[in-house]
């Protein structure tokens, strides 16, 4: 299991699903394990209902269907279907509304969703999700990019205390980079990776769970996005100067990694 998981770690977003596929026929006894472990590219569906779309992940499934953050059914249509509480049902319209707000004035476009449930603790689970696809051909400062997406998945679990003053809140996130670009001087470049961190608080429930998260994942995205600039394109950098060596006077330069 941890050699599996160890490979995944190494497989590029692309092809993760394919890897996944072939690892559950190989061991099928750790499949809960590794579907609950291993984060793939998030896949994007419509909701029929509100005429709008949604991620699908493994957080807002049941069988062989989808539950929509906005009309809250699934798709397609399942009768028995888990569904949150009322009271965390309304804490999930207000997430996705005030999310979506984020996401396009961070990401200047994209897609995003939230889902929540409860958990065996007392608590609930919240799931944050964006999707930003860049499209062929788009223009950047440093060549044309051809193709890139950028996933990003927060996972948070919420456990309040017993005096309902504070909670305990756990984040996991992980973000998944594309990104292919190509000019005359490079040739064609391609990058892809991803990487996963999480942090823990004890927060004061004065502000709200709302407040409380989206701090969180903007401190823990502005943490990522460093750590991808500094493992993968410095990483690259170093490794291309190593082997072709640049005229002197000319300077290597890598896509940037801010969300595209």
């Not at 998030?42 to 269907?65: G, H, I, P, T, W």
């Not at 449930?117 to 608590?123: K, L, R, S, Y």
């Not at 005096?163 to 998944?176: E, F």
Request: aromatic share 8%; hydrophobic share 35%; glycine share 6%.
């Amino acid at each position: 299991m941890e050699a599996a998981l160890d490979l995944m770690r190494r497989i590029p977003p692309k092809k993760s699903e394919t890897a996944l596929n072939a690892l559950l026929s190989l061991l099928p006894h750790h499949s809960s394990d590794l579907l609950s472990q291993v984060d793939l590219p998030l896949q994007v569906s419509m909701d029929d209902a509100s005429m709008k779309e949604f991620l699908l992940c493994e957080y807002n499934r049941d069988a062989d269907s989808y539950r929509s953050p906005w009309s809250n059914k699934y798709f397609p249509p399942l009768e028995d279907g888990p569904l949150p509480s009322e009271e965390l049902r309304n804490l999930e319209v207000e997430a996705n509304e005030i999310f979506s707000i984020y996401c396009d004035q961070y990401y200047e476009g994209g897609i995003s969703s939230v889902y929540m449930w409860e958990d065996d603790n007392h608590g609930f689970v919240a799931c944050f999700l964006i999707k930003k696809n860049g499209s062929k051909g788009g223009q950047e400062k440093r060549g044309n990019r051809q193709e890139g997406s950028w996933d990003a998945i927060h996972v948070i679990e919420v456990s309040p205390d017993e005096d309902g003053i504070a909670a305990h809140y756990c984040l996991t996130s992980t973000v998944m980079l594309s990104l292919t670009t190509e000019n005359k001087t490079s040739g064609n470049f391609k990058l892809a990776g991803s990487i996963r961190r999480q942090m823990n608080l004890d927060l004061s429930m004065a502000e709200g769970h709302l407040c409380n998260m989206g701090r969180m994942i903007e401190d823990m995205e502005s943490k990522l996005r460093n750590s991808l600039e500094q493992v993968y394109f410095g990483k690259t950098r170093e490794m291309v100067c190593t082997l072709r060596p640049p005229p002197e006077g000319v300077q290597i330069c890598l896509p940037d990694s801010r969300p595209i």
